[in-house]
């Protein structure tokens, strides 16, 4: 049966059908949906009753996996409300309050270097009738064409630092010794280019803290001047979840975050893979061409493949 790629967003975001992903695709198929998801930005797949394993075996088509932040051995993470027992765990725990971050416009992994490529997201419990609870996107991309041409230039050659902590502040919930020492600030460009189709992209989110060399509080207005602008109903997507919909996006083009629900009343957990980035966007202070590195590991990699 082949692919068929519906766009169902203004500028991105796209439902694909025709595929079973419990089942192990042909080259040519993953090759098809990394195309789309470069057009698209984020992909929808329903009714995907994955398995762990089979989520991990799929995403690892895409590249090297991320490990569960909290566990080394795994690369598929539940995110969601439960105890490991299945009940509702306190709204107000620790645990609660560092997922609610999700909750903030943001990219994954934006406290590594090398941010996280691409992320998938399976919702596996997920109760028909729970009210809110949606997952929104916003197209970077377009919002950053749509820029003045001098806002453009200005934020050409900046760098920030992005902190965890920053997100975590919100939230209420701050970073413990080991968590701080494991996750410290890190630099992004604030416009990067994108590895696979060389377009340039701002990257902000609320792990944006400060612009190197500008005080705090100007480098807050930018960010939220940026992400004003970049969150307005035109740019953005939301997704409402029904059980076994499995969403695909890519952080190099969209930020995203999860709304609201009555936590202390539906369950709600989503199993996340992330494929991790080719490598860090900052090094020695100055911003890397990431489109440039990108085809020059391609290369390689078709090399060795020749050579074999
Ligand atoms: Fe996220």
Redesign the pocket.
Known sequence: MPLTVKRLGRTFFAEVSGVDLSQRQSDATIAEIRAAWMEHGVLLFRDQKLTDEQQESYARRFGDLEHNLRDDTRYVAPLGNLNPDGTIRDPNSEQSRFLRA?QLW?T?SAYFAAPAML?FLNGRVVMPEMEKGETQWCDMLAAYEDLPQAKKDEIEDLIAWHDMQTSRKVTGRKLDEVEREKWPPVLHRMVRIHEETGKKIMYVGSQATCVVGWPEAKSRKLFIELMQHATQDKYVFEHKWSQWDFVCWDNRRVC?RQRPWDEAKYPRVMYRSTVAGTGPDVIDGKGVDEYARFQALKSKARESVAAE
């Open positions: 999700n943001h994954d992320s995203h």
